[in-house]
């Protein structure tokens, strides 16, 4: 079995952005979160977790639920301002697309393999 990435942890040094008043630490994989605070308990709506989340809501209103807010170009630090590099999907079709994309790096880094399976 491989080695698993930890996708919670935080990188080193702490590299964090404020937007909207609210602090977003990034983590390993990319994607800036925010870590709960006092003031989270007792609000009626949650604040988002992550800085994606925080700026297509802040451009857009709420997330609505069963959606996602994907990276376009698949970069999970690349959080522009504008919203430009973001996508509201439903969860399947996400979980698909990246379903997809999976596949699709495994057929390019082994090419041959997928030829044998083709002519066998």
């Given at each position: 079995m491989g080695h698993r990435k930890n996708y919670n942890r935080v990188s080193r040094p702490h590299e964090s952005i404020e937007f909207n008043g609210l602090r977003f630490l990034k983590r390993e994989s990319g994607h800036y979160i925010r870590l709960p605070n006092a003031s989270d308990k007792g609000e009626g709506r949650r604040k988002p977790w992550s800085l994606h989340v925080a700026i297509?809501?802040?451009?857009?209103?709420?997330?609505?639920?069963?959606?996602?807010?994907?990276?376009?170009?698949?970069?999970?630090?690349?959080?522009?301002?504008?919203?430009?590099?973001?996508?509201?999907?439903?969860?399947?079709?996400?979980?698909?697309?990246?379903?997809?994309?999976?596949?699709?790096?495994?057929?390019?880094?082994?090419?041959a393999l997928f030829e044998y399976e083709k002519v066998g």
């Amino acid at each position: 079995m491989g080695h698993r990435k930890n996708y919670n942890r935080v990188s080193r040094p702490h590299e964090s952005i404020e937007f909207n008043g609210l602090r977003f630490l990034k983590r390993e994989s990319g994607h800036y979160i925010r870590l709960p605070n006092a003031s989270d308990k007792g609000e009626g709506r949650r604040k988002p977790w992550s800085l994606h989340v925080a700026i297509w809501e802040f451009r857009n209103g709420p997330l609505p639920e069963g959606h996602v807010i994907h990276h376009i170009d698949h970069d999970a630090s690349n959080n522009p301002i504008d919203g430009s590099n973001f996508k509201l999907m439903t969860v399947e079709d996400h979980n698909e697309h990246h379903r997809l994309d999976r596949k699709k790096k495994r057929y390019e880094s082994q090419p041959a393999l997928f030829e044998y399976e083709k002519v066998g």
